[in-house]
């Protein structure tokens, strides 16, 4: 485990998840741990094929405590729901947690993107912003990373050296764009303790 000292009076709001390969294993594995009753919502970008519709919500449905759905323009999330960027929309935040899809441009030959996700969340919610990057190749990620770094939220990685492909995580830590680099079976855990204050920074 890695990271900075830090206190913090601010209650997390949201979290935030982008993977990219190996993602649907590590959603999987981080939502399957959570309990029914997390306090917070969840966004989730995936990199999905953008040219079929996508059954992963309903597989992390069915095996989550959580209510796993695609995320649907005008919905406003709620705590303990898990909202999924459908296929070749980006998914953003807005004021009062109501969601946004988004056809715009590509962002690094992906659509969705996890930057505009974290750059969103990191706009509304400040310090109360908690991102996690899992898998992935490429560096999807590293500036919405960065952008809730810089409004004093909090970043978890996987660790690279455990992700099945380490190019997404690895970028956030070489960036220094990180709080805390775990095993993926630890994060889950990790999500818990910082929104319920029980783990400091």
């Given at each position: 485990m890695s990271g900075i000292s830090r206190s913090r009076a601010v209650p997390y709001e949201i979290v935030a998840i982008g993977a990219s390969?190996?993602?649907?294993?590590?959603?999987?594995?981080?939502?399957?741990?959570?309990?029914?009753?997390?306090?917070?919502?969840?966004?989730?970008?995936?990199?999905?094929?953008?040219?079929?519709?996508?059954?992963?919500?309903?597989?992390?449905?069915?095996?989550?405590?959580?209510?796993?759905?695609?995320?649907?323009?005008?919905?406003?999330?709620?705590?303990?729901v898990a909202y999924l960027a459908p296929p070749d929309r980006h998914l953003l935040v807005g004021p009062g947690g109501e969601l946004r899809l988004s056809h715009r441009d590509k962002v690094r030959f992906v659509r969705p993107s996890a930057d505009p996700l974290f750059e969103s969340v990191a706009e509304v919610y400040g310090q109360r912003a908690l991102v996690c990057v899992l898998t992935g190749t490429g560096c999807d990620g590293l500036a919405g990373a960065r952008a809730v770094s810089s409004r004093g939220?909090?970043?978890?990685?996987?660790?690279?050296?455990?992700?099945?492909?380490?190019?997404?995580?690895?970028?956030?830590?070489?960036?220094?764009?990180?709080?805390?680099?775990?095993?993926?079976?630890?994060?889950?855990a990790a999500l818990v303790?910082?929104?319920e204050g029980t783990m400091s920074l």
């Open positions: 390969a190996g993602g649907v294993k590590a959603l999987l594995t981080v939502l399957k741990a959570l309990p029914a009753d997390f306090p917070v919502p969840l966004v989730i970008v995936q990199h999905l094929d953008p040219r079929h519709d996508t059954v992963l919500a309903e597989l992390l449905d069915r095996r989550s405590r959580l209510r796993v759905k695609l995320a649907e323009d005008g919905d406003v999330v709620e705590p303990g939220g909090t970043v978890v990685a996987e660790d690279p050296s455990t992700a099945e492909f380490k190019g997404m995580p690895q970028a956030v830590v070489n960036a220094a764009a990180v709080d805390l680099t775990l095993p993926l079976d630890e994060i889950a303790a910082l929104i």
